[in-house]
């Protein structure tokens, strides 16, 4: 009996400076992590999503193995209602020694984010993200880091505003109207398309033009879109419809007069 | 009085080489605990409530172990194995509770799972509690055969 109770003991012995061996080098190889981040890219995908592409670089100088790496992003706005899908990144193993470049994707479709809420359009204000990273150190004890941030919205119409209109004759049946059209890009990607403008008698579409608008982001537009309008449809129940397609989003028709 | 001054050597000659040997054992669990100090001084950065829990364990570990070694050869010595046994998984189950522990730095949070590790040192104090038990049943045996 003393024999066995010997080598039961002995084998305790050994299980433990094992156990306490290989948790402490787990945990301690989170240190020898490294992570960077690469230039995030915008790519402009089918149906209005814009796709935020940011390159993960990992550098696993730990003992061990990583399982399941995971990156986890959630968009959502100031009042915590989810702007984008909870979108994940997961690579199964990163060996030890291995550096890694992992591709995070999110998209963020930006007709969900307009309906109903077209101050995206016209305001800055912030998006938060709520980003998650997880791991299996040694492909056995998982380990989550989890952060909140906060991100700047810049409006792709900040401040769309139309200036004086002006009526000039072409002759004596039909008034040329040019509608100046000015707004800052504050986003942070550009702004191309078009801008269509449709004039109203009452309820009666008088004229219709439209323009290209290009607005590289960070930067202002001042456009012009004219109008050739039958003079008899310059009354006091005139009024015009604007539209903005582009390829992100449709926004209109929005009557800047109110009329 | 000179058998008395006798039996006092004899007992004295029992005890030193006892004393040797829980000396040697506290030196090298000290050794021990320091070495995985200087691994363990990152995560203390991150955890420092970590280092309290595991000073306090390794404190009363040694301490139940010097005891158990310094009183060998009697029934004492089997009370406080089991006792250390006791207190490895008692102290583990409080200690890390849930076995998921959480740190925060500035607005990013940290969760590390510690339940298989929790599970595995359950399992090897519940064996070192069993073996102590065997043990004392041994001892309590070979009293009664004498």
């Not at chain 2, 039996?7 to 005890?15: A, G, I, S, V, Y």
């Not at chain 2, 339940?115 to 069993?130: C, T, V």
């Amino acid at each position: 009996m003393q024999i066995a109770t010997r080598i039961a003991g002995l084998a305790t012995s050994i299980l433990w400076v094992f156990l306490l061996l290989f948790s402490v080098t787990a945990v301690y190889s989170i240190k020898d992590l490294q992570f960077s981040f690469g230039e995030p890219k915008i790519i402009i995908a089918t149906g209005n999503e814009l796709i935020f592409s940011l390159p993960i670089n990992v550098s696993n100088n730990g003992y061990y193995n990583i399982g399941l790496f995971n990156v986890t992003t959630e968009i959502t706005d100031t009042e915590g209602l989810l702007v984008s899908p909870p979108s994940s990144t997961v690579t199964p193993t990163i060996g030890k020694g291995q550096k890694v470049t992992i591709l995070h994707n999110t998209s963020l479709n930006f007709q969900d984010l307009l309906n109903g809420k077209h101050n995206y359009l016209f305001n800055d204000t912030e998006l938060k993200v709520a980003v998650s990273v997880g791991m299996k150190i040694a492909e056995l004890i998982p380990v989550q880091a989890s952060a909140n941030l906060s991100i700047p919205w810049g409006a792709p119409l900040f401040n769309l505003t139309v200036g004086e209109t002006e009526h000039i004759a072409i002759n004596l049946t039909h008034v040329r109207v040019v509608i100046q059209v000015v707004f800052e890009n504050h986003a942070f990607f550009d702004v191309s398309g078009n801008l269509r403008v449709c004039l109203y008698d009452g309820d009666i579409l008088v004229a219709e033009n439209q323009t290209a608008i290009e607005a590289p982001q960070h930067s202002p537009y001042k456009g012009y879109v004219e109008l050739c309008v039958p003079a008899a449809a310059i009354s006091s129940a005139w009024h015009f419809e604007m539209y903005v397609l582009t390829p992100f989003f449709n926004y209109g028709p929005w009557n800047p007069y109110g009329k | 009085m000179e058998n008395e001054i006798n039996e006092h050597k004899l007992n004295l000659r029992k005890l030193m080489p006892r004393a040797l040997k829980a000396a040697i054992k506290g030196v090298l669990l000290c050794a021990v605990y320091l070495g995985l100090q200087f691994l363990l001084a990152p995560i203390y950065r991150i955890a420092p409530s970590l280092q309290q829990i595991l000073e306090t364990f390794v404190a009363v570990y040694i301490a139940l172990t010097i005891i158990a070694t310094v009183i060998a050869g009697t029934i004492y010595e089997h009370f406080f194995s089991l006792a250390r046994a006791t207190f490895v998984v008692s102290y583990l189950v409080l200690s890390f509770k849930d076995g998921i522990f959480g740190a925060d730095f500035q607005n990013v949070r940290l969760i590390i799972d510690f339940r298989l590790f929790l599970a595995f040192s359950m399992l090897l104090g519940l064996l070192e509690f069993a073996k102590a038990m065997l043990h004392t049943v041994d001892y309590m045996n070979s009293k009664l055969e004498s």
